[in-house]
């Protein structure tokens, strides 16, 4: 076949049209305006062409080339808004079943942070997975995972971006030096237009990659709020309960230079709701075949089963191989002998809970936790991070700073971190 044969082929194969729906002329409008916005060229024809237009039901046609993604559009037609039918609100996310979060919460205020709190008085109903974005590229593969865990979980997503704008009311020195200007009602209204432009953007390219199947099909609210980043994720966890907050993170050699004031350290601290940290150096989608070696962090206490139970929930058919290593330190042969006693009951516990994981205790010098984790990087490197939270205060955190804070900043390795 030469090439002008060929090209007659694909032309033909183009124009071939395919019908995707049957509705009235309303519904069949709104669906073309859709799928147009979304890429697909889609036209209407009358169904019984000897009748009137308007009286009877109209063919949606679109290319059969482009079937595939018309079909999950329409299956998962309440993650595609339909932009012309929209009221001007918010972030512009308000398609039927996938309103933004102030729509779900409508008491939540508009300013938090800087000492300000968030007030939800409401809650999202069915279980939700908080993802914390400021639209970078590791906070999307964040989003991501989290994708794939919704699906796996039924749950939905709540895409939540915080902003400051320095106001009047925030008490800010402002001086001639500082090179800072103090905004006004106008200005900081831009800030938030285009912040809210930015996570219009984002989600935009969630469709895109769900319409593509990259990503799978799951509800998603976006929810823009002014205040401090840290401030307003831990209160939005406090007030909506989500199962997870899914947070991603820098490479180890960006992160030294983000020591002081790490939103997702700040989080980790501080958060009740558990926390898994994905770096951006993440390989995604996860490979389905062979053990994934996972570091369990134990404290040798009831705060083990908690935490066990929560790793089952959140992955219960994974091919898990859990490396137990104890996280205190040993002071000497009769607390050694303790450990290693203790270590061997949770793992005949684990063995007989959880049979569907493999198990090993890892024997370590009890010198230093990252000095310990060094060590089983080059035996059998692992690729998670399990490990209980303890809460601790704040002049606490400052001069002693949890296992979860010290390896975030330590490694680039998957970690999920559950409050006790």
Do not use: W
């Amino acid at each position: 076949m030469d090439s002008k044969e060929n090209n007659r082929a694909v032309s033909d194969r183009q124009l071939r049209k395919v019908t995707v729906a049957l509705h009235t002329r309303e519904h069949a409008d709104k669906l073309r305006r859709l799928l147009q916005h979304e890429g697909v060229y889609a036209d209407l024809v009358a169904a019984r062409l000897g009748q009137k237009f308007t009286e009877h039901p109209i063919e949606v046609r679109i290319p059969e080339d482009d079937l595939p993604a018309a079909l999950r559009i329409i299956e998962n037609i309440e993650i595609f808004p339909l932009y012309n039918d929209v009221p001007a609100y918010g972030s512009g996310d308000a398609a039927a079943g996938n309103k933004p979060a102030e729509r779900a919460l409508p008491n939540v205020t508009k300013r938090v942070g800087l000492r300000k709190k968030v007030v939800v008085n409401s809650r999202p109903s069915g279980k939700t997975i908080l993802v914390p974005v400021d639209f970078s590229d590791y906070s999307f593969t964040a989003a991501r995972l989290a994708f794939g865990m919704a699906s796996d979980h039924g749950a939905s997503i709540v895409l939540l971006y915080a902003y400051v704008t320095p106001s009047r009311a925030d008490n800010f020195t402002i001086t001639s030096d500082s090179g800072l200007m103090e905004l006004g009602d106008d200005a900081a209204d831009e800030l938030g237009r285009i912040a809210r432009k930015r996570m219009d953007e984002f989600a935009d390219r969630i469709r895109e990659y769900i319409k593509t199947g990259v990503i799978p099909a799951v509800k998603f609210a976006t929810d823009v709020i002014d205040g401090l980043a840290e401030e307003v994720i831990l209160e939005y966890a406090r007030c909506t309960s989500p199962m997870l907050i899914v947070m991603g993170t820098r490479g180890a050699d960006k992160k030294e230079s983000d020591m002081v004031g790490s939103v997702t350290a700040e989080v980790l601290d501080s958060c009740r709701s558990v926390a898994f940290t994905v770096p951006e150096n993440m390989r995604l989608p996860l490979p389905t075949d062979g053990m994934r070696q996972v570091a369990f962090f134990a404290n040798l206490d009831d705060d083990d089963f908690t935490v066990l139970e929560k790793v089952y929930e959140l992955f219960p058919s994974s091919p898990f191989h859990i490396n137990l290593v104890y996280a205190g330190r040993k002071r000497g042969r009769g607390q050694s002998e303790d450990v290693e006693r203790s270590m061997e009951m949770l793992l005949d516990y684990c063995r007989i809970h959880y049979p569907g994981y493999g198990f090993e205790v890892k024997t370590v010098s009890g010198v230093g936790d990252i000095e310990d984790f060094e060590r089983m990087q080059q035996e059998r490197p692992m690729e998670i991070i399990v490990m209980p939270n303890k809460r601790k205060n704040a002049l606490a955190r400052l001069f002693n700073p949890g296992l979860a804070h010290r390896m975030l900043f330590h490694c680039d390795i998957p970690m999920l971190v559950v409050p006790v």
